[in-house]
């Protein structure tokens, strides 16, 4: 069984836009035979990292802070699967970005050079092969996630492991009315689910679902109208 871990970066937890992809999107993965644990960034209490690089040069792979890392840092070497979810902030928020830096005792600190660039890798006991991307945005386009997009493509890249692609939402919020999915919503929804399912059973989301993830409800037109108005 294909162990996963998945950790929500929004403030708002289950009650924000990110969950409402996160939730069908790790109900794909279970559907497919794997097992998932949730982490809210927000509830777990994980400091800034100070970068004194303790977990480099001091004891390789130990954190020399202790917090509530000490017990994420077990689960994410058993995954093999590292998702992470994320609004779109400027670009992350803050409880995201601490878990990010502090993902660093994870890496081994051998670097090397692979396709021009300074890289590094995991250390052996850590487990992890893909490293998945699941935003959503308020904006209308999907080069709004582009900054978000480049941070997980780098870590996955510095980590040594392969980037298995992002499951974009942009204004999701359109998604609901009145509190309840629209038509729309639940189309997406579906679509979110299904590239769950791929990813676990066929080892990868296919293009034209992550599209169907994305695809635009309103005009651009139309949504820049309905801001500018509010704003009024």
């Given amino acids: 069984m294909i162990k996963v871990v998945a950790i929500n970066g929004s403030p708002r937890m289950e009650k924000g836009n990110t969950a409402m992809i996160l939730t069908p999107f790790i109900q794909g993965m279970v559907d497919a035979g794997s097992d998932v644990e949730l982490f809210y960034a927000k509830r777990l209490k994980v400091k800034p990292c100070t970068g004194e690089m303790h977990c480099w040069y001091g004891k390789a792979g ?19 699967i590292l998702v992470l979810a994320t609004p779109v902030y400027i670009p992350l928020p803050g409880e995201m970005q601490n878990i990010i830096n502090r993902l660093c005792p994870l ?8 396709e021009g660039r300074t890289r590094a890798r995991l250390h052996k006991d850590v487990e992890i092969r ?24 780098e870590l996955a890249e510095d980590m040594n492991v392969e980037f298995a692609g992002a499951v974009l939402r942009p204004h999701a919020f359109l998604m609901k009315e009145d509190g309840e999915l629209t038509g729309d919503g639940e189309a997406v929804v579906k679509a979110v689910r299904r590239a769950g399912y791929e990813l676990v059973k066929e080892g990868g989301m296919d293009q034209e679902t992550l599209e169907r993830v994305s695809r635009p409800l309103i005009s651009e037109e139309e949504l820049r109208s309905r801001y500018n108005e509010a704003l009024g």
């Fill in 130 to 153: 893909k490293v998945v991307l699941v935003s959503t945005g308020a904006w209308w386009e999907k080069g709004n996630f582009g900054t978000v997009v480049r941070i997980v493509e």
């Fill in 107 to 114: 890496v081994e600190p051998f670097l090397e050079t692979r």
């Fill in 62 to 80: 130990e954190c020399i802070i202790k917090d509530d890392m000490e017990l994420l840092y077990p689960k994410l070497r058993e995954a093999e």
